[in-house]
């Protein structure tokens, strides 16, 4: 959880920092202007912001109102440290979008308790409101994949794989759960292509081909700007899941890192799932070939790093390809 402080005054800036140290899983950004803070937190995700009210340039009310027009942060809790204790005061501040006050000077014990409820609160509403959308990607993703033929498991076992990867590369809980939820939305792109190219039994032409390639751009354009982090990470993957190591891929022949980890992670649940399943073009691979296909394009196709995790678990991946078996 990121909690941003701002303070002009160095001395209350550090005492505060100090402060937030105590509170378990924050991660604390401090910085001295308003202007600043507004910078960052166009850029970051922000779960807390704890703001003086006495500030040059711009006051505390100033920036509030400024920090609500940016989309990240419109419904972000904010704590007000101020000495102005007229009721008239905290009412306006309250209007504008004011979640809570400290008084000066500061108190630590009150400083870490009130940080730390808002924060638990914002984590409560965020896995309110991902959940939801997890929920609501995988009903559509259910959607697409039955317009796609595809096997009725293959979304519940690449997300799962994703998962597994995801945590084999030393990713948080956190975004291993996001990427496992964002997943089955690779695909959504699909529903732009005609049922002519979509459902055909046979190799594409190279015409159809470039048509059918466009699908990661479909998703991700279906997917953008959103305001939901995990929206906005089905987006990036939905564009970049069919990108390769070397540079080869779709569809902006991203290269190595140029990739976002999480589109480098899919490649390879994806690619698993197809080919060790069965489909309308072709009969399910054995797992000592498909293996042998992960490994040969290690390093052109696949992240190195990725593919290790892939291997280092692969028993729980093999798990959960029985568990979730078609």
Not at 64 to 77: D, G, M, S
Not at 190 to 200: H, M, R, Y
């Given at each position: 959880m990121d909690l941003l402080i701002v303070d002009d005054n160095p001395a209350n800036l550090m005492l505060m920092s100090r402060y937030a140290q105590a509170i378990a899983g924050a991660a604390i950004h401090g910085v001295s202007s308003a202007s600043e803070a507004l910078d960052w937190s166009r850029h970051h995700d922000v779960d807390l912001v704890v703001t003086d009210f006495m500030m040059p340039q711009m006051?505390?009310?100033?920036?509030?109102?400024?920090?609500?027009?940016?989309?990240?942060?419109?419904?972000?809790?904010?704590?007000?440290?101020?000495?102005?204790?007229?009721?008239?005061?905290r009412r306006e501040a309250l209007v504008r979008g004011v979640t809570d006050f400290l008084n000066k000077p500061i108190d630590r014990i009150e400083f870490t308790a009130r940080c730390r409820n808002l924060l638990e609160l914002r984590a409560s509403h965020r896995r309110l409101k991902e959940q939801a959308a997890g929920e609501l990607i995988m009903r559509l993703s259910r959607s697409i994949e039955s317009r796609d033929s595809e096997t009725g498991a293959h979304l519940d076992r690449m997300a799962r794989y994703a998962r597994v990867i995801a945590a084999g590369v030393g990713l948080s809980e956190a975004m291993q759960e996001r990427i496992q939820m964002a997943a089955p939305m690779h695909d959504v792109g699909?529903?732009?292509?005609?049922?002519?190219?979509?459902?055909?039994p046979g190799r594409y032409t190279p015409e159809e081909y470039e048509v059918m390639k466009l699908h990661t751009i479909h998703g991700a354009r279906i997917l953008d700007d959103s305001s939901s982090p995990l929206i906005r990470l089905a987006a990036s993957i939905a564009l970049t899941h069919h990108e390769k190591f070397d540079g080869s891929g779709y569809p902006n022949g991203l290269k190595g890192e140029e990739i976002p980890l999480a589109g480098r992670i899919i490649a390879i649940a994806d690619v698993f799932d197809a080919l060790t399943t069965r489909r309308p073009y072709k009969p399910a691979w054995s797992l000592e070939q498909a293996l042998a296909f992960l490994r040969d394009n290690t390093g052109s196709h696949f992240d190195p790093l990725c593919m290790s995790a892939f291997f280092d678990n692969l028993p729980t991946l093999l798990r959960i390809k029985a568990e979730f078996a078609d």
């Open positions: 006051d505390g009310i100033e920036f509030l109102q400024r920090l609500r027009r940016i989309e990240n942060t419109a419904e972000v809790p904010v704590i007000m440290v101020t000495g102005h204790a007229a009721k008239e005061f699909k529903v732009a292509v005609s049922d002519e190219i979509l459902f055909k």
